[in-house]
């Protein structure tokens, strides 16, 4: 799904793709998106992104997301805000992963769990990667598992 200068809501809704080489699931650009009670699951023969946001608002509830792939970065949020509201993402990567990145947005955390499965003898994955233009405005239980690494900022 595309999105472009436009907005989507899902509410109480499934989602399930597979096969693809690493075409995001959700791409928005200049947009609103709003998931609610929503499970979106991606299986990627190359590398998994399930949201890809850039310059966008991005309002997850009650959601379970789920990717696996070789590499793995389940969720993207470039520039805009995303916030993220009792939800859960999972990710499954064979050699690299991050369940959430963000470049130069702002971050809202209000009960968020982050979980690694999979393969740990290269596990050197970050659960919340941002840069040093995020700017994180609440962070509220945040809970992960499976990680090396909980969080990092860098510069790219």
Known sequence: MEVANGELVLAD??????????????????????LKSARIRTKALEY?????CRNSNLHVRDCHFETTAPVVSSVAVSGGRGTFINTEIVITPERAGRALECWGAKLVIAGLRLVRTGNDESNGDTALWIDRNTV??????????????KKKTGAH
Request: hydrophobic residues 35%.
């Open 13 to 34: 809704s499934l989602i399930h793709d597979s096969g693809s080489t690493g075409a995001p699931v959700i791409r928005a650009e200049n947009s609103h998106i709003t």
């Open 48 to 52: 998994g992104t399930l949201i890809d």
């Open 136 to 149: 994180v405005i609440s962070e509220k239980e945040l809970e992960v598992t499976g990680f090396r690494f």
